[in-house]
């Protein structure tokens, strides 16, 4: 359950870092540096994210779902 809320406040983190990037770029109009500061902070918490994710399924601590895929069947018709 701690993974899934660590995992949701990364997302939350990520989103605010993008919009805030985009606010940024509006307001600044390209003449400030912030837009590249928010950009950079969104790109380096992606790849903690990542980072965390991928050592987590490596630790057992998380595991894919298992199970059959379900792959719909295509019906051919005849003409």
Same mark, same amino acid.
Do not use: C, N
């Given at each position: 359950? *701690?993974? %899934?809320?660590? +995992?949701?406040?990364?997302?939350?983190?990520?989103?605010?870092s993008?919009? &805030?990037s985009? =606010?940024?770029? *509006?307001?600044? %109009?390209?003449?400030?540096? $912030? +837009? !590249? %500061? $928010?950009?950079t902070? $969104? =790109? &380096?918490? &992606?790849? !903690?994210?990542?980072?965390?994710?991928?050592?987590?399924? @490596?630790?057992?601590?998380?595991?894919? %779902?298992s199970?059959? =895929?379900? *792959?719909? @069947? *295509? =019906?051919?018709?005849?003409?």
């Amino acid at each position: 359950m *701690v993974i %899934k809320i660590l +995992t949701i406040l990364f997302l939350i983190a990520i989103l605010y870092s993008l919009a &805030s990037s985009l =606010i940024f770029l *509006v307001k600044d %109009k390209g003449e400030g540096d $912030r +837009t !590249v %500061k $928010r950009l950079t902070w $969104r =790109i &380096s918490l &992606s790849i !903690v994210l990542f980072l965390f994710l991928w050592g987590a399924y @490596q630790l057992g601590w998380i595991e894919p %779902k298992s199970g059959p =895929i379900h *792959v719909p @069947q *295509v =019906i051919q018709l005849d003409k």
